[in-house]
């Protein structure tokens, strides 16, 4: 590592016009103290990916700050008029609680409309889905919204939408890419803004998402009876809380239960280690207060409130977490079985999921004879599906298992407000029959099959981690496993490649699907275990989905237990550590 060159690069932003005072004498420190600090803070620069940018907060090139954000802000502007040199172009921005999400929104909105870009924010922090909407109902070019999701407290990011409303894709994620690296520094972005481009986002934004929401419900006579129905909500400090609370109410639910403590936005979260609602700490208050109040549901968003956690009652009464695969699998299952009730399916509906996410939704989707698409690992894939499909074929419903997903094609992102309305649908539905959403779970095994999932992230930090990961990914690709836990290893997916190898025969097939380095190892008895490395972590991802026939309630937890040991097996088998 050059720390000549970090010092060059350090004092290329002392020297620069626009760096605030303040900021000089941060960098000043750093250069008269200890190279550590130096180092992490400009070794490189915030790299702009296909999701936008993503890190922690501070001074310097590799940190989320004003000056980084306006860099990416610019080079997007630039690519945006040059994309639509004969439209006036209009970008939406929204953010949500944390620290310097507000001031990084202003700074967006600054640099867009210097450069003559019409600029809509919403004056508060409202969700991702939202924003999404919003781009598409008026008509703007992009969007941005500024978060880092569930990362801890530390992070900011700065999420890219194109005009369908939903994350940017190729080739526009490259294009944005590239003019981003154009911008070698803060000198070269025009942060004096055109208040007179800059408009605040009406409340019918909002009114219209609520109304497009109320045309999805297929159980309203359910929702009015329900009225013993008790909902527990945790917007776990995030934006959430402007919003869901609102849409239960809107739909006619009545007996909501806030976790008052985490209702106030906060980018510090105080109450949590982290506000990822895949993990039951983040729902702890939450399941608290259900047991308190004896709630049937518990529903739990992040930050940005695309992604939503929830807990049910088991047949034993006790408050049991859902991972995302079961979640979604609740959630398209009730659309379709409402819909085949009522006659509406039609020979162009189909659902969407990402290729690690559960095969039980193709078993669902199978059994009411509705087609479904597979799509790499992210939603932004599934909006693309929505998008080349529209007009011909009509989306249902889908998801992926780590807690996103959505109904209809009104939202083109995973939607935490949408799903937490239709999941307390379904809790009243099942409520109108006398039963539970844990016995309607129990009935889509019982049906389709038993599949239990699992994701484990092995960590491998610093260069040498990369190489690792690299090096793994190389030998399960060149020497896949014959067998796992005993079952044979009957197929490989090579994602990458874009082929499917028939371990039996040797007969090699070609999968529609994009590039990606994912490798998928079926079994004999159709468990399927997918390894993926991480595009924002230094982590290689192993995702688990155990199948087995159902065996019955009474038997449910012991079958659970059984595939978790197997899994067990398997990382030892897959070297693992």
């Not at 702009?48 to 000056?67: A, D, P, Q, S």
């Not at 990362?151 to 590239?178: C, F, M, R, S, T």
């Not at 690690?356 to 939704?361: E, I, N, S």
Request: proline share 3%; net charge negative; with cysteine.
């Amino acid at each position: 590592m050059d720390i000549s060159a970090i010092r060059q690069k350090a004092e290329s932003w002392l020297n620069s016009s626009v760096i605030d005072e303040k900021t000089k004498s941060e960098i000043k420190q750093m250069l008269t103290s200890d190279d550590k600090e130096l180092v992490e803070c400009f070794y490189s620069d915030l790299e702009f990916g296909t999701g936008g940018l993503r890190g922690i907060m501070g001074v310097g090139t590799m940190r989320m700050n004003v000056f980084t954000v306006g860099m990416a802000t610019q080079g997007l502007a630039n690519y945006i008029l040059a994309q639509f040199p004969q439209t006036k172009s209009s970008v939406a921005i929204a953010f949500d609680s944390r620290n310097n999400s507000h001031l990084f929104a202003q700074t967006a909105a600054q640099v867009l409309s210097a450069n003559g870009i019409e600029v809509h924010m919403f004056s508060e922090l409202r969700p991702t889905p939202l924003l999404s909407f919003a781009v598409r109902s008026l008509g703007c070019q992009a969007g941005i919204v500024i978060t880092a999701s569930h990362n801890p407290k530390e992070y900011n990011g700065y999420k890219v939408y194109w005009e369908d409303g939903a994350q940017v894709l190729p080739p526009h994620d490259k294009g944005i890419i590239a003019e981003v690296r154009k911008i070698t520094g803060p000198d070269h972005v025009k942060f004096t803004g055109n208040s007179a481009l800059i408009h605040t986002i009406s409340e019918e934004i909002e009114t219209s998402y609520f109304e497009e929401v109320k045309k999805l419900m297929h159980s309203t006579d359910a929702i009015q009876q329900a009225t013993d129905l008790k909902i527990v909500y945790t917007s776990i400090h995030g934006a959430g809380i402007t919003m869901v609370p609102r849409a239960l109410e809107e739909i006619g639910f009545k007996n909501i239960h806030i976790v008052e403590e985490q209702a106030i936005p906060d980018g510090n979260f105080n109450t949590v280690q982290s506000p990822n609602p895949e993990e039951r700490e983040a729902l702890k208050m939450a399941l608290e207060l259900a047991d308190k109040v004896g709630a049937d549901l518990v529903i739990g968003t992040d930050p940005d409130t695309d992604r939503v956690g929830m807990a049910i009652r088991d047949d034993k009464g006790n408050m049991t977490l859902l991972n995302g695969n079961q979640a979604a699998c609740l959630l398209v299952y009730y659309q379709l079985e409402r819909m085949r009730e009522k006659n509406t399916i039609k020979a162009n509906h189909y659902i969407a999921k990402t290729i690690v996410t559960t095969d039980l939704l193709e078993e669902i989707a199978q059994l009411h004879n509705v087609k479904w698409y597979d799509t790499l690992t992210g939603f932004k894939y599934i909006a693309g599906v929505i998008r080349e499909k529209e007009g011909k074929e009509v989306f249902i419903a889908g998801g992926e298992e780590s807690y996103g997903y959505s109904v209809g094609e009104f939202v083109r992102d995973k939607d935490a407000v949408l799903s937490s309305v239709v999941l307390s649908e379904i809790a009243a539905w099942c409520a109108s029959q006398q039963r539970t959403l844990w016995s309607l779970l129990m009935e889509i095994y019982e049906r389709c099959g038993l599949y239990h999932e699992s994701l484990v992230s092995v960590t491998l930090k610093g260069l040498d981690g990369l190489q690792q990961i690299q090096a793994k990914m190389t030998n399960l690709r060149n020497s896949p496993p014959k067998k796992l836990a005993g079952s044979d290893v009957v197929e490989l997916r090579d994602i990458q490649l874009q082929q499917t190898t028939d371990l039996r025969s040797g007969a090699i097939t070609p999968l529609n699907l994009p590039s990606s380095n994912v490798l998928q190892f079926i079994l004999a008895d159709g468990s399927k275990i997918s390894a993926r490395p991480s595009g924002t972590e230094p982590k290689i991802k192993f995702y688990f989905s155990m199948k087995a026939p159902f065996q019955g309630t009474d038997l449910y937890k012991s079958q659970v237990t059984e595939m978790e040991s197997r899994m067990k097996i398997i990382q030892d088998e897959l070297g693992m550590k």
